[in-house]
């Protein structure tokens, strides 16, 4: 299958790092793209608005400067994550910022994403959009995106509930594009199986939080290592979209994580908690399902070497079988 042309013989691993709201910075962005594989961030990290140009200026200027320092290094490109919602009033103002600085990758999530892909590819950019079935997969390719994000059951954050079996199958049947696949991937052999399935790529978040450069609290990252895929629940409640998050997180917030009352669509907001007092993604931790592959905090380079051995270990034993 393809892989979009803007990353060819820039990998290092087929992975994209997903973007992660709060914890998403340059730093991590930066240390993923000399690591050779995608770093993202959802503009909306960057606060207030115009701290996005600089921060667009920060990982071009970086990344410039260590390409030309290491020649044969694979330095990937990096993604902005724009949310195609209602509540998002900054996205005409994040759109025009991205315009200026020619974002090589835009992640749209939420809606569909119509609004901005002829001016991405007005700019030579591409747009990869989140989905979670198959109806949001064919309304996606409608509307000109050039890759689809297959959010699958276990993903960390808003999580669709389907297999990853299941909707890459499905959407290999009507579509030959770029696919990325999202859902319990923290791990080298999870990223070989998504390829196996017939993805492109494997979309990664959650491993990316319990590194040195996430900006995520200690004890976020520390949870992270210590929780396991039982830790992990699914609630619409933080947000008014189902995700997953991590059950130590809500208990303490005062609330049982095995008792959560659902919350309506239409009340989705970013920074609150629905209709609780925590704020979901900074008093309740979002979390994948392949916390269990996660055992320490470090660099995020170290993290995508050993991705790397595992991924490669893993090609080697599936050869072997055969």
């Known amino acids: 299958m393809p892989i979009p042309a803007v990353l060819e013989g820039r990998l290092s ?20 793209c000399k690591a050779g594989i995608v770093g993202s961030f959802p503009s909306l990290n960057a606060r207030p608005a115009h701290v996005l140009d600089e921060w667009l200026t920060r990982i071009e200027t970086e990344l410039a400067d260590y390409q030309a320092a290491n020649p044969g290094a694979k330095v990937a490109p990096y993604a902005v994550n724009l949310i195609i919602h209602t509540s998002n009033n900054r996205l005409e103002e994040d759109l025009q910022i991205c315009a200026k600085h020619k974002v090589p990758i835009v992640i749209t999530s ?6 901005v892909v002829d001016a991405v590819h007005g700019w030579g950019g591409i747009v990869l959009h989140d989905v979670i079935n198959i109806r949001h997969a064919k309304k996606a390719i409608s509307e ?12 960390g954050g808003h999580a669709g509930t389907l297999s990853p079996f299941a909707l890459v199958s499905e959407v290999r049947e009507f579509w030959d594009g770029p696919v990325a696949l999202s859902g319990s991937i923290a791990n080298g052999a999870s990223i070989a199986g998504a390829l196996a399935m017939g993805a492109d ?6 491993r990316f939080i319990a590194t040195a450069e996430a900006n995520a609290t200690p004890e976020y990252k520390q949870g992270l290592v210590d929780a396991a895929a039982k830790d992990i629940v699914y609630s619409s409640l933080f947000t008014g979209v189902h995700g997953n998050y991590l059950a130590p ?17 239409s009340t ?45 270990a893993a090609k080697a034993r599936f050869a072997k079988s055969l």
Request: charged share 15%; net charge negative; aromatic share 6%.
């Open 13 to 32: 691993l087929p992975v994209i790092a997903s973007p992660l709201f709060i914890v998403s910075g340059p730093e991590l962005v930066i240390a993923q």
């Open 268 to 312: 989705m907001n970013f920074g609150s908690g629905g209709n609780t007092s925590a704020k979901a993604w900074k008093d309740i931790w979002g979390a994948g399902q392949g916390v269990g592959s996660i055992h320490d905090v470090k660099p995020a380079a170290e993290v995508v070497a050993q991705l790397k051995r595992e991924y490669d």
């Open 201 to 206: 790529l494997a979309y990664i978040g959650t």
């Open 144 to 155: 000109g995106v050039d890759g689809l994000i297959l959010v699958c059951a276990g993903a």
């Open 110 to 115: 939420l809606r569909a994403p119509a609004i």
């Open 249 to 265: 997180s809500i208990r303490a917030a005062g609330m049982d994580p095995d008792n959560l009352p659902s919350a309506d669509k």
